[in-house]
């Protein structure tokens, strides 16, 4: 018979008793993934894999230490309690700034699991692998002019018990899937590539809740050969309607980048610049680790691994600026309340800041409304890639370009690109739609460590600076 598994907090309480230091702060994490790919009608992977253990830190004269173990057993994260000790007294010496005693935090106590975990540990992988190539066939089958189709499942299932000597005591569990499908048409020997991929946390009802499965591998095979035979726009400075996936996609590699206190240290562009405006009076962009204005946010989870509530941090408050996003030790340099953003994507990683679910506030408008007020310029939607520096300078890629002319729209364009900088485009921002997307769930954010988030919000009107065919 198998052997039950030990309770994961119950094991940190006895790893903890009566250990004498400054501070310990101890995370259980157990990560389990699936993933599926099918490409040209043949099945590339079906792997299944699992992560465990336990992550250590410890503040001792003033430094940090850290440790980790495979085990989850008492006498294992005492040892590594020891190690992170060490590691902390050889390191204090050649520190030039000790940290301070941490802040007071919303630390947090309970368990929380969140939508869809249940349904996820029954589920099958044949019943994913099957979603998959009928999908992948599905997008090959719809034009002639397709040339070949590809479809990618993922499922993230994550275990944290998080204990620190100073009250947090907390056990959660949360599921991310995602699904991708791309499609690649030709025609007189040009090829045109379109996806749609969509990510979340919770089950397959969020999964799949703006979208059935067979509608988004429909879309991207549609987009695909319609873009064989779309013009390109005129470059130069434009006004243009951003989609919700392109709002997010600017808030968070933008914005919210330049806004993580470490970043901002380091010298990013919003270092300095609390309480200065630095947007549109329109726009008010927040992070938190919950669900705002529509569910399922691919980046929300009840507690960060520090144990500190991830509650919504106003970041820009009706076009000023007024938090950066810290873990507890960025709080304590700065003087300010830690905001719940530290995470670590394996046990044996430290936390870094990061961002959860980062956003811009819906309005008032309608699209229709924002369609109308435009002369001439450009209706925007489809992430396809992009890049941003700690100056807030960017360039993304567009799947979809629309041109508008006196409040009328017109055919598909294609090879359009946007840049700018980011504050600079939410200060022209002159109108907020009342319609809210997250959009940005699929795939990780990189810093030093991969990360799932989520970022969103409405349409916005603005300016930016367009390229098309160079």
């Given at each position: 018979m198998p052997t039950e598994?030990?309770?994961?907090?119950?094991?940190?309480?006895?790893?903890l008793a009566g250990?004498?230091?400054?501070?310990?702060?101890?995370r259980y994490h157990r990560k389990r993934s699936r993933a599926v790919a099918v490409e040209k009608g043949r099945l590339d992977t079906a792997q299944s894999s699992e992560h465990t253990g336990v992550g250590v830190r410890v503040l001792e004269q003033g430094t940090?230490?850290?440790?980790?173990?495979?085990?989850?057993?008492?006498g294992a994260v005492r040892s590594a309690i020891e190690r992170a000790r060490a590691a902390a007294r050889a390191s204090a010496a050649a520190r030039r700034q000790r940290l301070s005693p941490l802040p007071p935090a919303p630390l947090v106590r309970g368990r929380f699991e969140g939508e869809g975990v249940a349904e996820a540990e029954g589920r099958d992988i044949g019943q994913v692998i099957d979603l998959a190539l009928r999908l992948e066939a599905r997008a090959r089958a719809a034009s002639s002019r397709i040339e070949s189709a590809s479809c990618r499942y993922a499922e993230l299932l994550e275990e944290k018990a998080i204990l620190t000597s100073d009250g947090a005591r907390v056990h959660s569990q949360v599921v991310r899937p995602e699904f991708r499908v791309g499609a690649v048409a030709r025609e007189a020997g040009e090829l045109q590539r379109a996806s749609r991929a969509v990510g979340v946390s919770g089950g397959w009802d969020c999964l799949f809740r703006r979208a059935s499965p067979e509608q988004l591998a429909e879309e991207a095979a549609r987009l695909a050969v319609e873009r064989l035979a779309a013009g390109y726009p005129e470059g130069g400075r434009a006004t243009v309607l951003l989609a919700p996936s392109l709002v997010g996609l600017l808030t968070h590699e933008a914005?919210?980048?330049?806004?993580?206190?470490?970043?901002?240290?380091?010298?990013?562009?919003?270092?300095?610049?609390?309480?200065q405006r630095v947007a549109s009076?329109?726009?008010?962009?927040?992070?938190?680790g919950h669900s705002e204005f529509a569910p399922g946010a691919g980046g929300s989870l009840a507690v960060d691994d520090e144990g500190v509530a991830t509650e919504r941090t106003v970041v820009i408050e009706r076009g000023v600026l007024k938090s950066y996003l810290h873990s507890r030790e960025s709080a304590a340099r700065?003087?300010?309340?830690?905001?719940?953003?530290?995470?670590?994507?394996?046990y044996q990683d430290e936390p870094l800041i990061r961002m959860r679910n980062t956003y811009i506030e819906p309005g008032q408008q309608s699209l229709e409304e924002l369609i109308d007020g435009i002369e001439d310029g450009y209706l925007l939607d489809g992430a396809a890639n992009g890049q941003a520096d700690a100056n807030g300078e960017f360039?993304?890629?567009?799947?979809?370009?629309?041109?508008?002319?006196?409040?009328?729209?017109?055919?598909?364009?294609r090879g359009v690109n946007l840049s700018g900088r980011a504050f600079e485009v939410l200060s022209s921002v002159d109108g907020v739609g009342s319609e809210f997307v997250w959009d940005l769930g699929s795939g990780h954010c990189g810093k030093g460590q991969p990360m799932k988030v989520d970022a969103g919000g409405p349409w916005l009107r603005c300016q930016v600076l367009l390229g098309g065919r160079q």
């Open positions: 598994r030990p309770d994961p907090l119950s094991v940190l309480e006895a790893a250990c004498e230091t400054d501070f310990v702060e101890l940090y230490g850290f440790a980790s173990t495979p085990e989850l057993e008492a914005i919210g980048h330049t806004v993580e206190a470490d970043f901002v240290t380091a010298g990013s562009v919003a270092a300095g610049k609390l309480g009076e329109l726009i008010t962009l927040c992070d938190s700065f003087g300010v309340r830690p905001t719940g953003n530290a995470r670590a994507w394996e360039m993304f890629g567009t799947q979809q370009a629309y041109r508008i002319h006196r409040g009328r729209r017109g055919p598909l364009l």
